[in-house]
């Protein structure tokens, strides 16, 4: 079955430092997102993206976030400037159709971010 | 704005038991999408099950069924004859139809004793 790949599995890095986390969604999928996830806790929305833009984006996706889909199969989220409060658990997510379809997210692994 | 509550942040059950795990949520549309998602210690999000809001029919996969209630805005989930392999953080989430993302609950964190 094919399925979302992100990596790399565990990212360290720096305070302040620039970080780039990469996804490989499900070839025939057209909409893609990023989620965070705090220790465990609440599965929280970053942004979506469709048709090379941004569908929708939440709070938490301010200026120090960005998204690209640089070809035709990854789909990146950078950090510009890390904050500690940013260390998580990235997934990064696939659907073949958006919200007006029952097409449920296909996640990948997870991407472990932590910020020292 | 649309809300997902999981009233219950743990739940546990017998093995072979059944177990019921709730989910409300709040939206003023009238035609959206229910999914529960399973997360087991390595942390994979799994789709569980799935319901549209516009079906009256309850959705069940295997062992797993739903409790739709539109009116009640509650969307339960029932594990039947549970197996060590259930123990998991599971997530009930919505997706509306008006904006291209998926909201999730704060999860249910379910223990099976064998």
């Known amino acids: 079955e094919p399925e979302v790949t992100q990596t790399p599995s565990h990212q360290v890095t720096q305070m302040g430092q620039e970080v780039i986390l990469r996804c490989v969604p499900i070839s025939n999928h057209l909409y893609f997102y990023w989620y965070r996830q705090i220790l465990g806790q609440k599965v929280e929305f970053l942004v979506s993206f469709y048709n090379n833009e941004i569908s929708e984006k939440s709070e938490i996706f301010d200026d120090q976030f960005s998204v690209e889909r640089p070809d035709g199969s990854n789909f990146t989220l950078k950090i510009r400037s890390t904050k500690l409060e940013d260390s998580a658990m990235y997934f990064c997510?696939?659907?073949?159709?958006?919200?007006?379809?029952?097409?449920?997210?296909?996640f990948g692994n997870g991407t472990r971010l932590t910020v020292t | 704005a649309q809300t997902v509550t999981q009233s219950q942040p743990e739940m546990s059950v017998q093995e072979a038991e059944t177990v019921t795990l709730s989910c409300t949520y709040d939206?003023?549309?009238?035609?959206?999408?229910l999914f529960w998602y399973k997360q087991p210690p390595s942390r994979q999000m799994i789709l569980v099950i799935r319901q549209e809001a516009y079906k009256q029919q309850n959705a069940t996969e295997n062992r797993f069924s739903v409790n739709f209630q539109k009116a009640a805005k509650s969307f339960s989930l029932k594990i039947s004859d549970s197996q060590l392999g259930d123990a998991a953080m599971y997530f009930c989430a919505y997706r509306t139809t008006s904006y291209d993302k998926v909201i999730f609950g704060p999860g249910t964190s379910l223990s099976v004793i064998p």
């Open positions: 997510a696939s659907s073949e159709e958006g919200g007006a379809y029952n097409s449920p997210l296909h």
């Open positions: 939206t003023s549309e009238s035609d959206y999408y």
